[in-house]
């Protein structure tokens, strides 16, 4: 059974969906799945430090320690994105990734199977290769956002990336589970925990968001039509 869900998970990803069924049947092998609980970490430890992930159920965020000992949130992943040694080279161990939803399940691949496997499949090893550019130019993205927008603009562009790919009502709205405290939301976005909180306020007064401790309600025309996204 958990070998069926192995090959159904790997064929709907869009990193392997083009594979034959015997190629997927060898990429099953070479895969281990866990599942995981809210609080724990996933890898950077001895097992896991030295493997491709992606996610097939649930909301991890990615932490990152600075020189002071203060965690800061880099990334917030949700199913079917990538995380880990994802440039197959060795990973920062002031990194880590912690669960945010109530339950995670996960499928990785120790970094040197992978990568010989994606070597003996050159289909794969391009996909591969643009999904890793598309990975440097989000980064880039928000690297420039942090660097030229203000900190409102910021925040309404979280919101918009958080919300884009998920199912939208009739009105344009996307309601998520919310996982994220101010203070995780600040570290994303470079600001405050303080400012930020004054901002949601701000925001859920305008109608372009709405939020509880269960979870958050995003109005993306409005985000939209503020940010001028066509």
């Keep these: 059974m958990l070998q069926t869900s192995q090959y159904w998970y790997l064929h709907d990803h869009p990193l ?3 594979l034959s069924s015997q190629d997927l049947k060898e990429i099953c092998y070479i895969s281990k799945y866990k599942t995981a609980r809210k609080g724990e970490i996933i890898f ?6 030295d493997r491709v992930f992606t996610l097939k159920k649930g909301s991890i965020k990615i932490v990152k320690v600075d020189e002071e000992g203060n965690e800061l949130v880099k990334d917030i992943l949700k199913k079917g994105d990538m995380f880990g040694q994802l440039a197959l080279s060795h990973n920062s161990e002031d990194e880590y990734a912690v669960v945010i939803s109530e339950s995670v399940v996960f499928c990785s691949f120790k970094s040197s199977d992978f990568e010989k496997f994606i070597q003996q499949n050159p289909d794969l090893a391009l996909k591969y290769t643009k999904w890793i550019g598309f990975w440097f130019r989000r980064l880039e993205n928000r690297f420039s956002n942090i660097m030229f927008k203000d900190v409102r603009s910021r925040l309404l562009h979280f919101f918009y990336d958080f919300a884009k790919d998920q199912e939208i009502d009739e009105n344009g709205i996307v309601v998520l589970p919310n996982y994220l405290t101010h203070q995780d939301i600040s570290s994303l976005i470079c600001s405050t925990r303080q400012t930020v909180t004054s901002l949601l306020n701000t925001l859920k007064s305008e109608e372009m968001i709405d939020y509880s401790r269960k979870e958050m309600s995003v109005n993306l025309p409005k985000i939209k039509a ?3 996204i066509k």
């Design 226 to 228: 503020s940010l001028k």
């Design 16 to 18: 392997f969906d083009a």
């Design 44 to 49: 950077f430890s001895e097992e896991n430090q």
